[in-house]
């Protein structure tokens, strides 16, 4: 229900940040009750945990992609190109797939703003399930290019179960359909293809927050990046990146770093997420929650992979070792099929050309000739 004009008046009067940093940000939700924060992340709040992001010079995904002898990088995520060639996307897949990368600090710090009550929404660009894996409620997570959660027939639209698809990816295989042979891809959104329904879904929680968090990202991807502007003007937003992003030149839209519009409402933190975030939380007393947040969890995930890669590798061992005893029975059965033969063999030529098939025999035979000549 929209407010009246006095109330817009008081609420952008009071969204003035008395700095465009993270402190301007902490000391504004001291004195407002912050309730209602999204987070709109990208691949920079994973490339702590190995992941590359897609555009950092060098480092980033679009740079390294050589091998695969792209027309263009994106293609690697092009929905004509895949059907055409889904060989690169398959095999950067196996590089990326999770289930050994761990969520970072940034990661649990999203998790924590939940656990403190104030969080509304996670909208990520990521694909990799670090959101997930962290703890966080898919009902919280809007993963607005998809991820690899869940996989999908192209053709036509058969659920693929993810068990099998995993399986397929991290042998180098290409997944088909089990109905129709058409191809099978993880559920992410690649360039030509709409985002996920849930996204459109859940615009709506822009109107709703009152604080908003930008962290790595560089907004170049639409329709995501316009999200920066979805918040109403008078709700506090705030940037965590390696480089500044999203500050268009016009005074409607984009961050406004240096207030040059009157709109005391954009500050920025350059620098690494994690520190970033560590800052925020110890700014707001929960640097304690966070270290040991992270610790608790991080420790609990890395035994829990441990235990599975030990379970995994019992397992094939024991496989081997039935291989080795298959082997072992079936060269033992060729074997004795063998001799039989051979036996049966021996048998005929006795037979017919009265040639012994028992050795001695055939010593006592000669004998008993040569002495009969
Ligand atoms: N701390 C802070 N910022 C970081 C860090 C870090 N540790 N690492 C990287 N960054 C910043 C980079 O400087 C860059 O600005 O994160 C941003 C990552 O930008 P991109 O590589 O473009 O990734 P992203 O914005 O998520 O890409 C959006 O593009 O190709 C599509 O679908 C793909 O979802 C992806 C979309």
Same mark, same amino acid.
């Given at each position: 229900m929209p407010g009246t004009r006095s109330q817009y008046k008081a609420k952008t009067a009071a969204a003035k940040l008395d700095a465009p940093t993270i402190e301007g940000i902490v000391n504004y939700i001291k004195k407002n009750d912050v309730k209602r924060i999204i987070v709109m992340s990208g691949a920079g709040i994973s490339t702590d945990s190995g992941i590359p992001d897609f555009r950092s010079k060098g480092t980033g995904l679009y740079d390294n992609l050589q091998k695969f002898n792209l027309p263009y990088a994106e293609a690697i995520f092009d929905i004509d190109y895949f059907m055409e060639k889904p060989e690169p996307f398959y095999a950067l897949a196996k590089e990326l797939y999770p289930g050994k990368y761990y969520p970072t600090k940034t990661h649990y710090f999203i998790r924590l703003l939940h656990e403190k009550g104030m969080l509304l929404r996670n909208f990520t660009q990521n694909i990799d399930t670090l959101e997930r894996l962290a703890g966080l409620d898919e009902d919280l997570i809007v993963e607005a290019h998809g991820s690899f959660a869940t996989a999908s027939c192209v053709e036509c639209k058969n659920v693929a179960d993810p068990a099998q698809v995993k399986k397929k990816v991290l042998k180098g295989e290409v997944a088909r359909c089990s109905s129709c042979d058409g191809l099978i891809k993880p559920d992410i959104t690649f360039f030509g293809q709409n985002l996920p329904k849930r996204f459109f879904k859940r615009l709506h929680d822009f109107s709703e927050a009152d604080l908003l968090i930008v962290i790595g990202t560089s907004l170049q991807v639409q329709p995501f990046a316009s999200l920066i502007? $979805?918040?109403?003007?008078?709700?506090?937003?705030?940037?965590?990146?390696?480089?500044?992003?999203? $500050?268009?030149h016009t005074s409607h839209s984009g961050f406004d770093f240096k207030w040059k519009y009157g709109k005391k409402r954009d500050a920025l933190f350059l620098g690494d997420c994690n520190e970033g975030v560590q800052k925020f939380a110890e700014l707001m007393g929960w640097k304690d929650d966070l270290e040991s947040l992270y610790n608790k969890e991080h420790a609990k995930l890395k035994s829990i992979w441990e235990a599975e890669t030990l379970a995994e590798k019992v397992e094939k061992e024991h496989e081997a070792e039935e291989e080795e005893k298959q082997i072992e029975k079936e060269t033992k059965s060729e074997d004795e099929k063998q001799h039989k033969e051979i036996e049966a063999l021996a048998k005929v030529l006795e037979e017919k050309l009265h040639i012994p098939s028992d050795p001695q025999e055939s010593k006592d035979r000669s004998n008993a000739t040569s002495s009969s000549k």
């Open positions: 502007d $979805d918040v109403p003007d008078y709700v506090p937003r705030l940037l965590i990146n390696k480089e500044k992003a999203g $500050d268009h």
